[in-house]
């Protein structure tokens, strides 16, 4: 009987497990995000994911090829990576500025530039008159030379790239398995083959003279995957020149808040996020996901009217 009276009253019962405590968001006046390539097999959405969910921005400037088009496929889109669309939408829909800026990966989407949908904009290029500074960003294929002059081979080469970050993934599970370190192909030669354009183009050197001659203290792109904050001398002056990175091998951001400007974010440099990953929760909406990616992948698709 005591051991009854002891149970209906809550004491000896093993109690229930503790609900994770919800992470405290990081409050960031502008994130800026670029060459997500969504709907291949080198985006990191996963990480994406939960470094957006990490954050709570006023302002996020998506800066191209964050849907990669050049090499989508039905057949190859994860549920985590309608996660990342769905998650961007709810965002618009809490009031967040979601300003998605055309790339050259989808460019399908440039022939509704100026479209508005509530706090959603699609645009080539935004201004964002910030305390540090006039700000200037747009994605930054307009520079590069293989685009201008030889977009076959700018989409082949993207096709091959693709290809070569699968083979990178096997090669990497097998040297896991031989407990050896693994290695970063794609990166070296991403860095290799964007490094000779850039030279060639003088793309940084160029987006901050063009910047200079429109009165803008920084100029912000994409496209190079290579993150970085530098000042670049021009005739009319200092610009200073930043680059948000990507999510396929580097996995960076560009954050401004008031307080310290602008400054770049690395998502394997944060201890935070590796503690996150093991706490990891799907809301109702990535279940949704989760149930049946490819049909709410159809209705994204006709909406904007694109084949795939």
Avoid at 283 to 291: H, I, K, M, N, Y
Wanted: hydrophobic share 40%; charged share 25%; aromatic share 10%.
């Amino acid at each position: 009987m005591r051991t009854n009276l002891l149970t209906e009253a809550g004491i000896g019962e093993t109690p229930p497990p503790a609900r994770p405590r919800a992470r405290r968001k990081r409050r960031v006046q502008v994130a800026v995000i670029s060459d997500v390539h969504l709907g291949t097999y080198g985006c990191h959405a996963t990480e994406l994911l939960r470094y957006l969910k990490s954050i709570r921005p006023q302002v996020l400037v998506l800066n191209g090829d964050i849907v990669d088009i050049w090499q989508f496929s039905k057949n190859y889109w994860p549920p985590a990576h309608m996660r990342v669309v769905r998650y961007l939408a709810g965002l618009a829909a809490k009031g967040v500025r979601i300003h998605y800026l055309t790339g050259n990966h989808d460019e399908l989407l440039r022939k509704f530039a100026g479209l508005k949908l509530g706090h959603f904009r699609l645009a080539n290029k935004v201004v964002l008159d910030l305390p540090h500074g006039r700000t200037w960003l747009f994605h930054g294929d307009v520079f590069d030379v293989t685009m201008r002059h030889s977009r076959w081979l700018a989409k082949l080469g993207g096709h091959g790239y693709d290809m070569l970050i699968l083979l990178n993934r096997f090669v990497n599970y097998g040297l896991t398995k031989l407990g050896r370190p693994r290695v970063a192909l794609s990166k070296l030669v991403k860095e290799r083959v964007k490094s000779a354009v850039a030279t060639v183009s003088n793309f940084e050197e160029t987006a901050a003279a063009i910047a200079a001659d429109e009165g803008y203290r920084y100029v912000a792109c994409g496209h190079i995957h290579q993150p970085e904050i530098k000042t670049l001398q021009t005739e009319k002056g200092e610009v200073i020149y930043l680059n948000s990175g990507d999510w396929v091998e580097n996995l960076t951001a560009l954050e401004y808040t008031p307080e310290a400007g602008w400054q770049l974010y690395y998502y394997n440099d944060d201890p935070t996020m590796q503690l996150a990953a093991d706490t990891d929760a799907a809301d109702a909406a990535e279940v949704l996901a989760d149930a049946n990616p490819s049909a709410l992948l159809e209705g994204l698709l006709a909406e904007f009217k694109i084949r795939a």
